[in-house]
């Protein structure tokens, strides 16, 4: 990616996913260092000048897209002024969050348009990802956008041309690129000390309604509190469905199921300890199993994956497996 100079409070941006990185992980990870010395407690101390201050958006105020303002929030310096939202019960819930005194629109560019915005995160459904992400960076804009980068792939060449041409900070927010431990593991792999990768594996299981997609759908849901039409403009018109906008990552239309949305942590990860861009051969398998619940998307599936010779080391197998039926007893 094209590195931007400039101003202290821009380069401060560049600082921002590290430090976050940090305030993510740092409570979590070896939380009991002072009873496992000699290890080192591994952390990211960027340096960060008390006059910086970046002014922050949030497009998308659900689940996933809070919990990044949140923690982009621990950042010294950072502040929201801004969220925008299809339902007006989370743009109600951002002024109960983050103060009153915050901008809400449904509009996401009355927000672009606004001059003491310094960056975006975009917690939108996938479908929403590029054309966002493009107007932002065409409006001045950094970009903390969350995975997986587009809907599509066919959408990406535009997402890298407006970083190209704007030279803004655009990120994708794949944890695993973020982790400190898999920073460690590249160091390890890199100096020989884990010796040779020839079969990688990964696996997701999940049980719980909410941890399949079976979100909760508020009782005010309707086409008086939701904007359906923006949210179904970019794809096929259909009647308001409370499902389809609440449970988007269930329909594709919206939403690139298991391998999109859970694959592409494992991808990124792999990836990025090792210097992969990706497989030379691909075969996947899946289908709904269990979640009749009128989903379009596979509740198992699995992948796997050759890595040929044309990567950075030896060439070396992956499989990778997403069950949302493992230990199920019932549906909601």
Not at 220 to 232: F, H, L
Request: charged share 25%.
């Amino acid at each position: 990616m094209k590195e931007e100079t400039g101003p202290s409070r821009r380069s401060f941006i560049k600082k921002l996913s590290a430090a976050t990185a940090a305030a993510t992980i740092g409570s979590n990870l070896l939380a009991n260092e002072k009873k496992t010395a000699p290890f080192e407690y591994l952390k990211r101390s960027p340096a960060i000048s008390a006059n910086d201050q970046v002014n922050i958006d949030l497009i998308g105020a659900g689940g996933q897209g809070s919990g990044d303002t949140d923690t982009a929030l621990q950042i010294p310096g950072v502040k929201l002024v801004a969220a925008c939202d299809l339902y007006d019960g989370r743009l109600a819930d951002a002024k109960k969050r983050w103060g009153a005194d915050i901008f809400t629109t449904r509009v996401y560019k009355e927000i672009l348009n606004r001059k003491d915005i310094d960056a975006v995160i975009i917690g939108t459904p996938d479908h929403w990802h590029q054309t966002i992400s493009v107007d932002a960076m065409k409006a001045g804009k950094h970009v903390y956008c969350e995975k997986p980068m587009v809907h599509s792939i066919t959408e990406g060449p535009a997402v890298i041309k407006a970083q190209q041409e704007t030279g803004k900070v655009f990120q994708v927010g794949s944890q695993g690129v973020s982790s400190l431990g898999n920073e460690k593991a590249r160091e390890l792999l890199k100096s020989g000390a884990i010796g040779q990768i020839n079969y990688a594996e990964g696996f997701w299981a999940r049980r719980a309604p909410l941890e399949v997609w079976q979100y909760p759908i508020p009782a005010d849901a309707s086409p008086q509190t939701v904007d359906w039409e923006t949210y179904i403009s970019n794809t096929h018109k259909r009647p308001f469905d409370e499902k389809r906008f609440f449970r988007g990552r269930n329909d594709t239309d919206y939403g690139t199921g298991m391998a999109g949305d859970l694959f592409v942590h494992l991808f990124s990860s792999l990836h990025f300890i090792t210097g992969s861009y990706g497989p030379e051969k691909i075969y996947a398998s899946g289908g709904l199993r269990f979640w009749n619940d009128g989903r379009e998307v596979p509740d198992v599936l699995l992948g796997t994956f050759d890595y040929g010779q044309n990567t950075a080391h030896p060439a070396f197998n992956l499989s990778l497996r997403c069950n949302f039926v493992d230990g199920t007893s019932g549906t909601t």
